[in-house]
């Protein structure tokens, strides 16, 4: 159904305030209504398709560029302030503010991690060097609400298919606006008056930032939560909102109903979700708290589609030489390319490489786990660290699988030839396209390649116990065809120092839980395939994230199985964790890790996972991660393996419902995805 149900319908909007940009441009241009009508079409084929999925499993980071337009001093936001204000933002899109515990527990389990960041710019649109943010000072002490193109005029914006432009003025009548995917360049963005930016002291009760995150929404093709139109029962094209009948404005108490007994639009059981971000800019920024899966769903459709080129943006990627072209796959969310990998996010997690079950990855660019002895497609995308006038550079992509295991090295396995002791079981090769998966890579640019991939059966694996679906990918480009192959860094039998010396080489190890009841169930397998016995340290870490995390949610239980963890029952040394009669391993928090005597080579047993939640219903939808890592007695990584673990809700429930149907959380079903890997 098309958000624009036809020309005629007038737009409420939210009387003076905010300047409605949707309505004036709608107004005047007859073709700005077929782009809003073609945007919503393909918005909602996008939903159709992959509302199932739940939310998304890698996060998008959208780059961003400040424009502060000021006369008086105290609207000359410094960069400290600026980044402030992104912090809040993101914050707010992932729910990692602190005030989400403050969410009514009948909408609680729709709040949702939109998988949505933002970031300041680190590349110009002249691939300089760049804060993300311009400083103009202008002669007008306040600009009206029909002056707002003035203030584009003063700082014009970079160019909107590869920046998000946020113009921060001194707006004396309105609160700014925020564009939708179908207005022109020269007006896309968001713009928001100095006296509703930023975190700052004195701007309450509009001091956390909120504006600019309602302001955000509305760029992402979020709709006003009561739906902007004039007729009764307005509807946000998001089924797990309830109907609003009118704005709400100030702070109000829960629970609150703005649709009157006189209407025959059907009041919500509940009430307003006045607390959701996308209700009005007059409530005030402590009251809301959150945005729902329906509406995080339908910003990834908007990114997907009519914002694709933000995905394809270089705007996040440090500015390297003009004339030095650079091949690479970004390996984390704050890898830059630099090499050795200067950031502190996890190698072995890269959203550069997906798997999709259906030819579909180029629209949708997120994770799905693969389906055994079914053609899947394997996705990887391939970068230019180089200015544009730095030209093109070639190169032969590769991909490899492995069988998951914390003791895998190169280039064995992994180019194959490796079997299961005593078995013709392969435990890895080359995963070959068709014809060569060829690139040439323009300065700045990306390109994405597929790889067909019918992955081994699973039940070949069954000595290695509930272990046997994990499976790892390992993406290369080669830009030349002797060795090194256009490496940094000559690789050796330590993979995970390849991928950390060379951004030529990306690592996916992700892991869906399969859930199923109350037990949440996943395993790792623990082996020694070298001569060389040596004490490993295990430990459980989270994502460095702010808010809740899985031990806020519930505890783990760890059983040994497997003969070769004998010799681990009753000698394991280390810290938070209890180990109960029964041998099995009780974890209750983060920062738990286990030294264990070494096993003997050619050994291996497998640690079985066991989440036991202790919520199901309180802390909305999300995506939780853990990381189990093995370390050497030097502290070096030798290999890892992330679970994530996705809360959902119950699919179905009827548009306006208001949430009643929401009686705690269901599981989104899924197997688990591949292990760590460490040299030999």
């Known amino acids: 159904m098309a958000k624009e149900k036809n020309s005629e319908v007038r737009r409420r909007g939210e009387s003076a305030g905010m300047i409605d940009m949707h309505a004036l441009l709608a107004a005047d241009s007859a073709d700005y209504r077929r782009r809003a009508r073609d945007i919503e079409y393909e918005i909602q084929r996008f939903i159709a398709r992959h509302r199932g999925e739940g939310l998304k499993t890698g996060v998008v980071r959208i780059p961003v560029v400040v424009h502060v337009v000021y006369n008086a001093a105290q609207d000359n936001f410094t960069l400290t302030q600026v980044q402030q204000q992104i912090d809040a933002l993101n914050r707010d899109f992932r729910l990692q503010n602190a005030d989400a515990a403050n969410i009514p527990p009948p909408f609680q389990p729709a709040a949702a991690d939109t998988r949505i960041e933002f970031a300041l710019a680190k590349r110009d649109p002249n691939c300089g060097a760049t804060t993300g943010m311009t400083t103009t000072f202008t002669s007008k002490s306040g600009f009206l609400s029909s002056e707002v193109n003035l203030v584009r005029q003063a700082a014009p914006g970079w160019p909107p298919d590869r920046y998000l432009n946020i113009w921060i003025a001194p707006l004396v009548q309105d609160a700014g606006y925020g564009t939708g995917p179908a207005a022109p360049p020269q007006v896309d963005g968001v713009m928001i008056a100095s006296s509703r930016f930023g975190t700052i002291i004195g701007h309450a009760p509009w001091d956390l930032g909120r504006t600019a995150t309602l302001m955000c929404g509305l760029y992402l093709d979020l709709i006003h939560i009561w739906g902007n139109l004039v007729t009764a029962c307005a509807d946000d094209m998001c089924a797990d909102t309830p109907l609003h009948y009118l704005p709400n404005h100030g702070a109000p108490i829960f629970p609150h109903h703005s649709i009157p007994s006189t209407s025959a639009c059907p009041p919500p059981p509940h009430g307003d979700m006045f607390m959701n971000h996308m209700d009005s800019h007059k409530v005030h920024d402590a009251s809301k708290l959150m945005f729902t899966a329906d509406q995080a769903l339908r910003m990834h459709a908007c990114l997907a589609n009519a914002r694709a080129g933000l995905l394809a943006s270089d705007s996040l990627v440090p500015p390297t030489a003009p004339t030095t072209p650079d091949l ?8 830059g390319g630099e090499e050795p990998f200067a950031g502190t996010a996890p190698v072995y997690c890269s959203d550069d490489i997906w798997v999709r079950n259906a030819a579909d990855g180029l629209s949708y660019q997120d994770h799905q786990n693969p389906r055994a002895e079914q053609q899947n497609h394997v996705y ?11 030209g093109s550079l ?39 396209p068709p014809q ?17 991939w019918m992955p081994p059966d699973p039940s070949d694996y069954a000595s290695f116990g509930a272990d046997q679906t994990h499976f790892c990918l390992c993406a290369r480009v080669e830009t030349s065809p002797t060795a090194p192959f256009g490496m940094t860094v000559p690789e050796t039998g330590n993979f995970v120092g390849n991928v950390v010396n060379n951004n030529n080489i990306a690592w996916k190890n992700v892991s869906i839980v399969d859930i199923d009841g109350p037990l949440m169930k996943a395993a790792v397998v623990i082996g020694q395939f070298s001569a060389e016995r040596r004490v490993a340290r295990y430990a459980f870490e989270m994502p460095t994230e702010p808010g809740p995390n899985l031990f806020d949610w519930g505890f783990l239980l760890i059983t040994l199985r497997g003969k070769a963890m004998a010799s681990w029952r009753g000698a394991l040394r280390g810290q938070g964790f209890q180990q109960l009669d029964d041998g099995r391993l009780m974890i209750t928090g983060p920062g738990a890790w286990f030294a264990a005597p070494p096993l003997k080579p050619k050994q291996f047993g497998t640690l079985h996972l066991h989440f036991v939640p202790n919520d199901r219903s309180s802390l909305g939808r999300r995506v939780f991660g853990l990381d189990l890592t093995e370390r050497d007695a030097k502290g070096r990584l030798l290999g890892a393996q992330r679970f994530l673990l996705k809360t959902e ?24 995805g591949c292990g760590g890997c460490r040299d030999g």
């Open 328 to 335: 690479w796959i970004q390996g984390a969310a704050d890898d």
């Open 380 to 390: 990887v995308r391939v970068r230019n660290r180089g200015c544009p006038n730095a």
């Open 649 to 672: 809700s119950p699919a179905g429930r009827p548009r306006g419902a208001g949430m009643a149907t929401f009686d705690g959380v269901d599981w989104l079903a899924a197997e688990p």
């Open 394 to 432: 070639s190169g032969t992509v590769r991909l490899y699988w492995a069988k998951a295991s914390p003791s895998l090295a190169w280039p064995s396995p992994w180019t194959g030839g490796v079997t299961i002791p005593s078995t013709t079981v392969s435990m890895g090769g080359e995963i070959v």
């Open 436 to 452: 060569p998966a060829t690139v040439t890579v323009t300065g700045g640019g990306q390109q994405i390649v597929s790889f067909p």
